[in-house]
C-alpha cells in the first residue's frame, strides 16, 4: 500500500459546527503532517507529528486541534471555524530524519465553512 | 530554509522536452533539492531529488549545476498529463517541506 487515505473528500459545516479529518497510512511512515492550501497558492504546513508526538505547529490557531492515535492515523479537528478557513487540506507522510525521502500527500479534503 | 526562485509560468508542446528551471542561490551544503508536482485537485506528488549529481528516473530529470546554485527538471517527452504546478523546494535539516509558489506548466497538444 503506498498511498495516503483522507477522509471526507468534501466537507461542509457552519461555524459553530466540530468536524473532524481523517488520514491513514499503512507505509510504515512514522512522520505525518497536516497541509492547508488555498485556491492557486501552495500548500501551507500547519502540524508536524513525528513518532506520534507533535513535533511542530507553525502558529496554527486552535480551532484547529491535531491528533495523531497511532502510527497510522492523524486526525485534524475543528471546531468554531471561519469562512476563511475554507480551504483543501492536505495530509502527508514521510520516513521521518530522512531528507533525502520524498513525502506522500493525500488527495486532500475540500473545507468549505458557511 | 532556503528560498527558490522558479517562473510563474511556461508552455511547452505535447511529446518535446521541457526545461523547468529553478534558482536557489543561497542553498547550503546539506540542503537537499527536491521537485514535487501537483495536478489539479490532486495532492502533490513527488517527482525526484538530488544533492549534487544528476539524477534520473521513470518520471523526469534532474540537473544540478556545478555550484549547486541552480537547478533544472527535464522532462524528456511531455503529455498532456504533464500540465501541473512545479514546485523545486530544498529541504534542510528541519523536519519541514516548504513550498514556493511553483510554475505552472501548460502542454499545448
Known amino acids: 500500500d503506498t498511498e495516503v487515505t483522507q477522509t471526507p473528500k468534501h466537507l461542509v459545516m457552519g461555524m459553530t459546527n466540530k468536524k473532524s479529518l481523517k488520514c491513514e497510512q499503512h507505509m510504515g511512515h512514522r512522520a505525518m503532517y497536516w497541509y492547508k492550501q488555498k485556491a492557486k497558492k501552495p500548500p501551507e504546513l500547519m502540524f508536524v507529528?513525528?513518532?506520534?508526538?507533535?513535533?511542530i505547529n507553525e502558529s496554527v490557531p486552535s480551532r484547529f486541534s491535531p491528533e495523531c492515535p497511532n502510527s497510522s492515523l492523524l486526525n485534524l479537528h475543528l471546531h468554531a471555524l471561519q469562512p476563511e478557513d475554507s480551504a483543501l487540506y492536505l495530509c502527508?507522510?514521510?520516513?521521518?530524519?530522512?531528507?533525502?525521502?520524498?513525502?506522500?500527500f493525500g488527495s486532500g479534503t475540500r473545507l468549505t465553512v458557511v | 530554509d532556503a528560498k527558490t526562485t522558479q517562473p510563474n509560468s511556461m508552455e511547452s508542446n505535447e511529446e518535446e522536452p521541457v526545461h523547468l528551471p529553478c534558482n536557489h542561490s543561497t542553498i547550503s551544503g546539506t540542503d537537499y533539492i527536491h521537485w514535487y508536482r501537483q495536478l489539479p485537485s490532486q495532492g502533490p506528488e513527488y517527482v525526484i531529488h538530488g544533492l549534487t549529481s544528476n539524477v534520473n528516473n521513470r518520471m523526469a530529470s534532474l540537473a544540478i549545476a556545478e555550484d549547486r546554485k541552480s537547478s533544472t527538471l527535464i522532462l524528456h517527452r511531455a503529455t498532456l498529463r504533464d500540465a501541473a504546478v512545479y514546485y523545486c523546494i530544498l529541504r534542510g535539516g528541519a523536519q519541514k517541506l516548504v513550498f514556493g509558489q511553483g510554475t505552472r506548466l501548460t502542454i499545448n497538444p
Open positions: 502527508a507522510s514521510s520516513s521521518p530524519g530522512v531528507r533525502w525521502g520524498g513525502y506522500t
Open positions: 507529528y513525528s513518532y506520534e508526538k507533535l513535533s
